[in-house]
DNA sequence: ACAATCTTTCAATATTATTTGGAAGTTCGA
DNA sequence: TCGAACTTCCAAATAATATTGAAAGATTGT
C-alpha cells in the first residue's frame, strides 16, 4: 500500500474509533495526524492536511494538548507555535485511561456511593441498592486499579495473559 | 435519599455516561431502568416510566437484547413479552467488552496489521510504519487478554492490584 | 379466517454535537 | 506604542444522530 493511502485509511479509521468512544472525530484526526507525522506540525498544516477550519484546528489542538496527547514545541526563529504528538503507546494509553478516569469513573464512583445508602427496604429498594452495591464495588476496584498500576504492571499482565493462558 | 430520587438520579447518570461511551443516551437509560427494577417490565412500562416513544422503546430493547444485556421474559397467561436485564455485574462488564472487542477493537487490530506493512522507507514512512506497529502490538495484545481472561483472572487481578498495591 | 393485541419498521422530525469564519485578543520586535 | 503575525473565542450554520408516531407486520385465541 502507498503512504498517503495507509496515512489517509489510519486517520479515517482513528477519526471514527474516536467517535465510537465519545472522542469527537476532528481531535481523533488531529491526533491520528500528529502521531504519524515525523516531525511537529502548525496549525496551517492541520488545517490544511484535514481540510478542517482554523477555529476547529485550534480547539481540537488545545483539547489534545489538555488530555497530554499532544506538546506545543517551538521552533527557534519561528514565530508560530507547532505541535507534536506524544508518540509513546503506552503514554498515550495511560493518559487517555487517567483522564476519563477523572472526568467519569471518579464521578461515577461517587454518585454509586450516594446511592447505595437509599432508605428503604422493600423488594424495589433492595434490588436497586443491591445494584448499586455491585457497581460501586466493581467500579471503584477498576478506580483504584487504574490509579496504582503502573506501566510494567500492566505490560506484565497482558504479556503473561496472553501468552500463559494460550 | 428517597428511592424515586435515587432511581431517577441512576438513570439519569447511566444515560449520561452511556452517551459519552457512544452508546446512544435511551439505550443506556432503559439498560438502567432494567437494572434496578427487581421484576421484569413491559415495553409500556419502560415507554411510560422513561417518557419514550414505543418505537424507541421496542428499538432499544432490541439492541440491548444484541448485546445479551437483557433477555426476554414471558409471563404465563400474558400475550405481551417482558424484559429483564442481566444482574450479574461482572456478566454485564463482559458482554459489553466482549461485544465492543467484536465491533471495534477487532477491526482496529486488522487494519493495524495491514497498515504496518505499507512500502517505502523514506523518514516519514518509517514514522507511519513505527506507529503502525506499536499500535498493532498494543492493540493485538489487548485482544488476546480479551480473548482468553476469564471472570476469575480478571477478580485476580483487579483484587491483587487493588490490595497488593494499596 | 378473523379480530384483538402486541411488535417492528421507517420516513419525517427533533435534538444534539460539530464546524465554521469572522472578530477580538495576544505577543513580539522595531 | 504600533502593526504584523499568530491564537483564541463564540454565535451562527451545518451535519450527524436519535426520536417519534403512524402504518404495516406478527401472533394468538376463538
Chains 1, 2 share one sequence.
Not at 8 to 15: L, N, R, S, T
Not at 17 to 42: E, K, Y
Not at 46 to 65: C, F, P, Y
Request: no cysteine; glycine share 4%.
Amino acid at each position: 500500500m502507498e503512504l498517503h493511502e495507509a496515512k489517509d485509511k489510519f486517520i479515517q479509521a482513528w477519526g471514527a474509533f474516536g467517535s465510537q468512544w465519545g472522542i469527537n472525530r476532528s481531535m481523533a484526526q488531529v491526533h491520528a495526524l500528529l502521531l504519524i507525522s515525523p516531525d511537529p506540525l502548525s496549525t496551517e498544516d492541520v488545517m490544511e492536511q484535514l481540510n478542517i477550519s482554523r477555529g476547529n484546528a485550534n480547539m481540537n489542538l488545545r483539547a489534545l494538548i489538555d488530555w497530554h496527547l499532544v506538546d506545543r514545541v517551538l521552533k527557534t526563529g519561528e514565530r508560530r507555535e507547532f505541535f507534536q504528538a506524544e508518540k509513546d503507546v503506552w503514554k498515550i494509553a495511560t493518559h487517555i485511561t487517567r483522564e476519563r478516569k477523572k472526568r467519569e469513573l471518579e464521578p461515577m464512583v461517587r454518585l454509586l456511593g450516594e446511592l447505595k445508602q437509599t432508605s428503604g427496604s422493600n423488594a424495589e429498594t433492595k434490588a436497586f441498592k443491591q445494584m448499586a452495591h455491585d457497581l460501586h464495588d466493581l467500579t471503584s476496584r477498576i478506580d483504584a486499579v487504574l490509579d496504582r498500576s503502573t506501566r510494567s504492571d500492566v505490560q506484565w499482565f497482558l504479556k503473561a495473559a496472553s501468552t500463559l493462558l494460550r
